[in-house]
């Protein structure tokens, strides 16, 4: 049996905050019923090692033994799991399978590329088959640039990024929890990717079910403290988060939520180095009302001109 991941404990890691949604209304199994994940799924996928861990369960590196048989040289998947919390409740399965609904709508060479979804027969788990991404994301860039990106590195990530999160949002599809480990830089460049947390239009919601009322605090809008359900907005306020901490090294409101910037009336320094077209749209995509947030399409835009005028200078 493959031994489950430990609780993710740095201080470093995103955690999710979960909202009062009334869901406590479904009990939980006991973890007495949860079966171990077993070293090979359905016959045919048997994993390696561990890739990462999330707040909603672990990446697996896979061997797909079908691939492999027919003599393919890199018969290597992503495997997702969920983690033991979430594996309890009833309904634990239609989690996976929504992410994989969601992403099986989009087609674009920035987001990640689905392969399927299966349920174990031995241990009736739920599992999502993933192309694998070789890279690193961009915690690790972060972690390289403390004080920031260079504005011609800022828009290398900010243009294919902000394309991707557009297309999906066109297709009906939300991602919900855009932050730094959510974005891989790939050999193929960036690529978005873990949209278990998000959500569909109406008209895919038969299909979806009901999202996971859930968020990274640091990077959720202030209306989902609120209990608002996420909406596009939502996720402009996320990537305008993400794309200023690339900006400047740090989050806009450094250790606190943007309920808490709100309620002390705080707001983001100017990063040094942004032409001041980018900044204008970015303080937009920031801003704690909804209605005042730009498009997706206007922070394109912003990011893909050349820049006019005097830029604000580095120090």
């Known amino acids: 049996m493959t031994p489950e991941p430990p609780v993710p404990s740095n201080q470093n890691l995103t955690y999710l905050a979960f909202a009062n949604t009334g869901h406590d209304a479904a009990k939980p199994r ?7 994940l077993p070293e090979l799924l359905c016959g045919r996928y048997r994993i390696d090692r561990l890739l ?5 369960g672990a990446v697996y590196q896979a061997r797909d033994l079908l691939r492999e048989q027919f003599g ?3 018969p290597y998947v992503a495997l997702k799991v969920l983690n033991e919390e979430l594996l309890a409740y009833p309904d634990a399965n239609r989690l996976l399978h929504r992410e994989f609904a969601l992403l099986s709508r989009l087609r674009h060479q920035h987001v990640v590329r689905p392969l399927g979804f299966e349920i174990d027969p031995s241990s009736e788990r739920g599992f999502l088959t993933l192309e694998l991404l070789k890279g ?3 915690d690790q860039l972060l972690d390289e640039h403390p004080e920031g990106l260079p504005w011609p590195a800022l828009q290398e990530v900010a243009l294919p990024l902000l394309d991707a999160l557009q297309h999906a949002h066109a297709q009906g599809v939300l991602h919900g929890d855009i932050k730094p480990s959510n974005v891989m830089c790939s050999e193929h460049g960036i690529c978005l990717f873990d949209f278990g947390l998000g959500s569909a239009s109406s008209k895919l919601r038969r299909v979806c079910g009901k999202p996971l009322a859930a968020w990274t605090p640091r990077y959720a809008a202030p209306e989902l403290f609120e209990g608002a359900s996420l909406g596009c907005t939502a996720d402009i306020y ?7 901490q690339l900006s400047r090294g740090w989050l806009p409101y450094r250790q606190l939520n943007a309920k808490q910037a709100r309620a002390m009336q705080l707001q983001p320094d100017v990063p040094p180095g942004l032409p001041r077209a980018v900044w204008r749209a970015l303080r937009s995509g920031l801003a704690f009302e909804q209605e005042k947030r ?3 399409g206007e922070l394109l835009g912003t990011f893909a001109a050349k820049p006019r005028g005097r830029w604000y200078p580095r120090w």
């Open 30 to 36: 006991a973890n007495e019923s949860i079966r171990a």
């Open 52 to 56: 990462g861990l999330g707040g909603m």
């Open 72 to 74: 393919e040289p890199e």
């Open 136 to 138: 690193h994301t961009l």
């Open 238 to 244: 996320a990537v305008s988060c993400l794309l200023y």
């Open 294 to 296: 730009c498009s997706l």
